[in-house]
């Protein structure tokens, strides 16, 4: 009688011993009766029998991206329970913007704004010489208001009316009390996950539904970007809410309820974050930036001059050249990937490499005038460059002629074994490999760097990627912080008008001529 429990359009799984391949076979209930059974010597008994039709689980799978209303537009997916968090949310200092022309970050401006860095000459308590780095960025708002309600949040995605690129978009809204001082924001109540589609024109309309004592808020937004195993390694860690690194999208005047969202800014700081504690650094010794490193001679609106013999017309065009660091003490070095559209052949020691126009056609503002203030230009005589490579990659190596060049005539050494190879762009950036050796290139030189195994996915021509030590320096640990509003610092800049401040201040090697 336990196949009683079942009823018509009930799926089981069986296993029958007269059809061996079966395992597990998903079957759908079609009819079920009460029959009469007898065996020969016995009583006759009640017994279940079943009608059953084959079927598959998979023909149930869906997807809210193809959900469509009555009136034909996709509609959005949001839970219905709280937004918990079991790890802090990635952070996003949003303090040091690229520009527009930037070599490595084409959307300028609007791109991923990353931490700010400034190097602090000091002496320790031996009056010796010492250096620090002061790291700056927005605290997460981890100081919440519990006295109020968190709002609710859904949202629609459409194909159209905006420049939103085809995605998977997370949205919360954060409320704030405006009468306390300081005034604290609240945690997300719930998320609105909603797909975009379309061709890069997308839009997104977002409902707010207040709580009792909100006074407006502000809307933050992220793009997930995870392969299903990257979501299902986090699911399965309990750490799932880490897809998503928020940004500040808006602030909601109070009693609005509704919000188009039509671009999407990566450049501002992120919201509240129920678990964030405290901030910790820790750093890595690059071995090789690049090809070579020198200090700038001279600077013109779109050129740098740099001293080096045996240089031969356009050896470095198409190249990126980096600022590494500023001639200059207590100013803050900005994030700055020069595009090398020229260079000239060594004359009297000296070439010249010309910047032009990025992938995106966008040429940076002038090297003169077009740093944090006329005393602070983008670039100045004595501050140190790196040419980085322009390496093509095999699945188990990458290479660059260039590696030899006048200033290392005899490209890499064999000392490179053991070292760690970062990829700090394209499909595979945050992909580390160990290094197993050197080996000669096409030009007879070394210049192939040959891994210990494999890229995870193998970079593309022109991705960078950098030589780092082995291991890691000791991590410097901050005290815990406690940030009630975005402001919280009381340092308010504008753009991006936002809380930015020095989060943590860790001293650092300071190698002569390193």
């Known amino acids: 009688m336990a196949a009683y429990q079942l009823t018509t359009l009930d799926v089981f799984c069986a296993n029958h011993v007269a059809f061996p391949t079966w395992s597990n076979k998903e079957l ?57 968090e079991a790890v802090p949310y990635p952070w996003s200092p949003g303090y040091a913007a690229p520009l527009p022309g930037d070599a490595v970050y084409t959307k300028g401006a609007s ?99 207040w709580g009792a004592g909100d006074d407006g808020g502000d809307l933050y937004m992220a793009k997930q970007a995870l392969t299903p195993q990257q979501g299902a390694e986090l699911q399965a860690a309990g750490q799932y809410s880490a897809r998503a690194v928020f940004h500040r999208q808006t602030t909601i005047a109070p009693g609005v309820t509704s919000v188009s969202i039509t671009s999407f800014t990566e450049a501002t700081e992120g919201g509240p974050d129920t678990v964030a504690h405290h901030f910790a650094v820790t750093w890595q010794r690059v071995v090789h930036g690049g090809v070579w490193a020198q200090q700038a001679q001279a600077v013109t609106s779109n050129a740098i001059t740099i001293a080096g013999d045996g240089m031969t017309v356009n050896q470095w065009a198409g190249y990126v050249l980096t600022l590494l660091a500023k001639y200059q003490l207590g100013v803050e070095v900005p994030v700055l990937n020069l595009p090398v559209a020229s260079s000239t052949a060594s004359s009297g020691g000296m070439f010249t490499v010309t910047i032009g126009a990025n992938s995106a056609g966008v040429t940076l503002p002038d090297l003169t005038t077009g740093g944090a203030s006329p005393a602070n230009p983008l670039v100045q005589v004595g501050d140190l460059l790196v040419m980085r490579d322009k390496a093509t990659f095999g699945a188990s190596w990458f290479e660059d002629d260039n590696i030899a060049n006048p200033y290392y005539p005899g490209g890499a050494t064999d000392v490179e074994a053991g070292h760690l190879a970062v990829v700090m762009d394209g499909a595979d950036a945050g992909d580390v490999q160990p290094i197993a050796g050197v080996a000669l290139g096409a030009a007879g030189q070394l210049t192939k760097f040959l891994l ?40 308010v800049t504008s753009p991006p008008n936002v809380a930015r401040a020095v989060i943590a201040q860790p001293d650092v090697q300071n190698l002569a001529w390193q």
């Open 111 to 209: 791109g991923w704004a990353s931490f700010g860095i400034e190097p602090v000459a000091g002496t320790d308590a031996q009056s010796n010489p010492a250096l620090s780095l002061e790291i700056k960025g927005a605290y997460p708002i981890n100081q919440l208001d519990t006295g109020i309600e968190s709002p609710y949040v859904t949202a629609v995605a459409f194909p159209a009316g905006g420049s939103l690129a085809p995605g998977t978009y997370i949205i919360g809204v954060s409320a704030y009390d405006a009468g306390a001082l300081p005034y604290r924001n609240t945690s997300y109540l719930d998320l609105a996950v909603v797909t975009v589609g379309g061709s890069g024109a997308g839009s997104i309309a977002v409902a707010v539904t």
């Open 28 to 84: 759908e209930v079609q009819a079920l009766r009460v029959t009469p059974v007898q065996r020969s010597g016995e009583a006759a008994a009640l017994a279940v029998e079943i009608d059953v039709l084959e079927t598959d689980s998979r023909i149930y799978a869906w997807s809210t991206a193809e959900e469509l209303t009555a009136a034909g537009y996709q509609q959005g997916n949001w839970p219905t329970a709280t937004a918990a």
């Open 452 to 491: 210990a195994g494999t890229w995870q996915v193998t970079p593309a021509t022109g991705d960078l990627v950098i030589v780092v030590a082995p291991s890691q320096l000791p991590e410097y640990t901050t005290p815990a912080f406690a940030a009630p509003n975005k402001f919280a610092t009381g340092l």
